[in-house]
């Protein structure tokens, strides 16, 4: 009985994770590393109805982690970065025949100074009746190259516009390119009250998620959504690195992760997944690979789709 008990108790945690998406653009063959095409929206949407995936809004997973209550399997929830034009004028329409609602992230700069590609003022609070709406930075530059004050500047600036054009506090932001770095998550986290902030990270919700830091997966192009469904978050912490090493050669990896795994899988940026030894919960590993991509994943876990993400990007200076 006690063993039966255990066993479910397993296998609902293991299930028990939520998805959160994000797409860009849509219909817009201009741009195909950003785009998905209406046919492949359907898909995914069809996907998500017959297989009796609930698609709920960002704040009813927000609201699960501040509970700190379980988030039931099987829900998914949608955002959408920079508000291009393309979705007000090709995806929307999709997102309300199927009554799913989306998470839409304000690139400000862009809808204030009427970029061509963006989508109005007018627009965005015509979007706001079916979904809610967030900040994705004033000028959607690289976080982790501003100084502390640039920071926060720039989410002001943004902030205020928002508020002047739309009536609604921003509860939400999402990184631009999905940057940042320890002290870029602080210094949003600590100067202004947002409710939660996204990355761009492969991962799910569970009831452990920091809702400063939710993973996103990004759909683009065609996708296997029933692949990208089987990503779960790997509870890992990690130790080493933090911060792109300044010459560009990464020396040491060193995680925490639960003792009773004695090797797992590692993947580094341009190099092949490999196997790690794990000893009394820590990974801990000297290397030296010279880092050439200006962002570089490095993920850990028990098997391709079980990941904890630690993501450097290169800074200016
Ligand atoms: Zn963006």
Known sequence: MKYLFLLLLSISYI???????VYHRFADDRYQS??????????QFEY?????????S?????????????????WVALTIDDAYKSFYDNGLEIFKQYNYPF?????????????????TWEEINEASKYGEIGLHSYSHDRL???????????????????????????????YPYGEYNEDVKETLKNNFPFRSILNQNTGSINSK???????????????????????????????????????????NIKVSVDPKYKSLKLYITGEKW??????????????????????????????????SNNIINKTKN
């Not at 998500?48 to 709920?56: H, L």
């Not at 890992?236 to 792109?244: C, D, G, L, S, V």
């Open 103 to 119: 998470s839409l992230f304000v690139y400000v700069e862009a809808t204030e100074k009427k970029y061509g590609d963006f989508m």
């Open 209 to 251: 998620t920091d809702i400063y830091d939710i993973p996103r997966i990004a759909l683009v192009g065609e996708v296997n959504i029933n692949h990208k469904l089987r990503y779960k978050t790997f509870d890992a912490k990690w130790i080493e690195p933090n911060f792109f090493p300044k010459d560009g050669i990464l020396r």
């Open 34 to 43: 950003a785009n998905t095409t209406i046919k492949e929206l359907t898909k």
């Open 48 to 56: 998500f109805k017959q297989n009796n995936y609930e698609v709920v």
């Open 15 to 21: 299930f028990a994770n939520a998805h959160i998406f």
């Open 274 to 307: 490999q196997d790690v030894k794990v000893k009394d919960g820590i990974i801990d590993l000297d290397l030296d690979i010279y880092l050439k991509n200006a962002r570089t994943r490095i993920l850990i876990g028990p098997d391709v789709f079980t990941i």
């Open 58 to 74: 960002l704040s009813k997973i927000l609201d699960k982690l501040e509970n700190k209550e379980t988030i039931p399997d099987k």
């Open 144 to 174: 982790q190259n501003f100084s502390k004050q640039e920071l926060i500047a720039d989410t002001q600036h943004a902030y205020d516009i928002f508020v002047k054009n739309t009536n609604i506090k921003p509860l939400t932001y999402a």
